[in-house]
């Protein structure tokens, strides 16, 4: 049933030719803020790290500041799909950004580290929510024809959080305290509140059946045994060690409960026949693999720079531009083909080999790679990503009903946000256990002790270091990210193959083409 209000005020303006309503833009502004929120703010806190470990304390506790946000997103990604599908949109995405506001409101608050990954928990639970928001309203305003344009907008605003993270937390931590890294939320997300509550009107839900109280346990430690595996595994805990084999279980079992409970669920929250369409099953997949290499090379470039490249710490950071920007780049021009031309089945294709080769020629690297000549080779990984951010959200709401829209939106969310769990562990797993035995190799015992705690050491640790040591890590550090980028390049031609079987079905709006069409805001299902 086709919603109302600022909706279909976006539709009947772009059917007569009049362009987009202010209020239309107004909303997209505030999507566009409460996704820059989400992205940036686990990029902004990366860099105030060291100095909350400084005045906090609990360095062993660290990881877990971030761990504790991530499992919340990942656990509540699905439930907010659910709950915008059965009580509106607009109701669940204030919430969610309410939630948010509060989480940073208290970390920057915290007074010990206890605290601080409690808070973040907090505010882990809100961020589930606002990137599924964002997409399932962008799903509600704007007819499928026109949602590549919007979504490529999107993907741009993720690429500049990418970029401008490290250098705004840095910025922030010098000059106001860490703490304001979590304060910098509240007027931004207060203005998104503001403009949401005042021109976004869709109409209010109320679905009778009950929240399935049920599936959402299942699925929630489902996902937090899976993503601790991917955490804890090869750092915490051996691979094959008790704990580890034990959350396996626990997890592969909680899942295959929640896949029965959810043939009949009244209300499923992942509602199980979406997977029936080929487009929405192949999208899943491409997001997974997405997630899985677009998180580890972020995470393997900056250190193969500052360790071999010799690059500072925020210099890592702008040497990624070739990358991001070919991204952004992509992703605009991918969003405005998909809007002039309605086909997309292209992007996908190219963007699966673009990023098998782009990892291929990452994995070339040695020490004697050049900083102009990584540029180009991160350029064409960039690329790739370009066409898969934002295509794969596009299409997978393309291929189911309007009802769905939620689940939809945020089974995308949660499949990329899993694969990039499995991406950073698997593939740095592969980089620390080849780092260990080529410095056993080339510097003995002394390499060894040097990298016994962590393969990864800072640019002022690895000017401590005796030459041949530092010599034998720049070679170690240019071995590990061989092997990992060469598994990323493995993984890249799955998406390549997924790609290949997608059905262009083709989408329905507000063409030139089509300004007749009776609504242009219906999904058109795909009949595969």
């Known amino acids: 049933m086709a919603e109302t209000g600022v909706a279909e005020a976006a539709v009947a303006q772009k059917e007569t030719g009049g362009g987009q309503p202010r209020s239309v833009r107004v909303v997209l502004l505030a999507l566009m803020i409460a996704m820059m929120l989400a992205m940036l703010d686990n990029m902004i806190i990366g860099t105030a790290m060291p100095t909350i470990v400084g005045e906090l304390g609990g360095l062993e506790h660290l990881s877990w500041v971030v761990t504790a946000y991530t499992l919340a997103t990942a656990a509540s990604t699905p439930l907010w799909g659910k709950l915008g599908d059965m009580y509106g949109r607009k109701g669940s995405f204030m919430t969610s950004i309410g939630i948010f506001l509060a989480g940073s409101a208290l970390s920057g608050m915290a007074q010990d580290m206890g605290q601080l990954i409690a808070f973040r928990a907090v505010q882990g639970l809100g961020a589930g929510g606002l990137m599924v928001g964002v997409m399932a309203i962008i799903g509600d305003l704007i007819p499928p024809r026109e949602r590549g344009k919007y979504q490529g907008m999107m993907a741009g605003v993720m690429a500049l959080a990418m970029i401008g993270g490290p250098l ?20 931004l997300g207060a203005l998104a509140l503001v403009a949401i509550s005042a021109v976004l009107h869709l109409p209010r839900k109320r679905a009778t059946a009950r929240i399935d109280y049920l599936g959402a346990v299942l699925l929630t430690v489902g996902i937090t045994a899976i993503v601790l595996v991917t955490t804890w595994g090869g750092t915490e805990y051996a691979w094959t060690s008790a704990r580890i084999m034990e959350l396996t279980g626990i997890g592969v079992a909680a899942l295959v409960g929640f896949g029965f409970w959810q043939t009949r669920a009244a209300e499923p929250i992942v509602p199980l026949h979406i997977f029936r369409s080929r487009n929405f099953t192949l999208m899943s997949v491409i997001g997974f693999i997405t997630g899985f290499v677009m998180f580890g090379a972020t995470l393997f470039l900056p250190l193969y720079q500052q360790a071999v490249q010799g690059a500072s710490a925020t210099n890592s950071g702008l040497l990624l531009l070739p990358m991001l920007g070919a991204m952004l780049v992509t992703s605009l021009v991918a969003g405005r083909v998909t809007t002039s031309t309605g086909r997309y089945k292209v992007f996908p294709v190219a963007g699966g ?56 939106s945020s089974s995308t969310t949660l499949f990329r946000t899993v694969g990039s769990s499995f991406g950073v562990a698997i593939m740095g797993a592969l980089f620390n256990h080849r780092v260990q035995d080529v410095m056993t190799e080339k510097a003995g015992g002394l390499g060894s002790r040097v990298t016994e705690q962590s393969a990864q050491l800072d640019a002022t640790s690895l000017a401590k270091l005796p030459a041949p040591v530092r010599e034998a890590y720049q070679y170690a550090v240019s071995s590990g990210t061989h092997g990992a ?21 083709p989408l329905k709006g507000a063409g030139p083409r089509q300004a007749d069409a009776p609504t242009a805001r219906a999904t058109a299902a795909d009949p595969a």
């Open 168 to 187: 705004v937390g840095g910025t922030i931590t010098d000059h106001w305290g860490w703490r304001w890294a979590f304060y910098i939320n509240l007027p």
């Open 353 to 408: 080999a673009l990023m098998a080769v782009g990892l291929y020629l990452l994995s070339l690297m040695d020490t004697g790679t050049s900083r102009f000549t990584s540029g180009v080779y991160m350029a064409v990984v960039g690329l790739g990503m370009g066409c898969l951010m934002q295509i794969t959200m596009l299409v997978a709401q393309n291929s189911v009903e309007m009802k769905d829209m939620g689940v939809a």
């Open 485 to 505: 980028f060469l598994l990323g390049s493995a993984v890249a031609v799955a998406a390549l193959v997924a790609a290949v079987f997608v059905k262009e079905v």
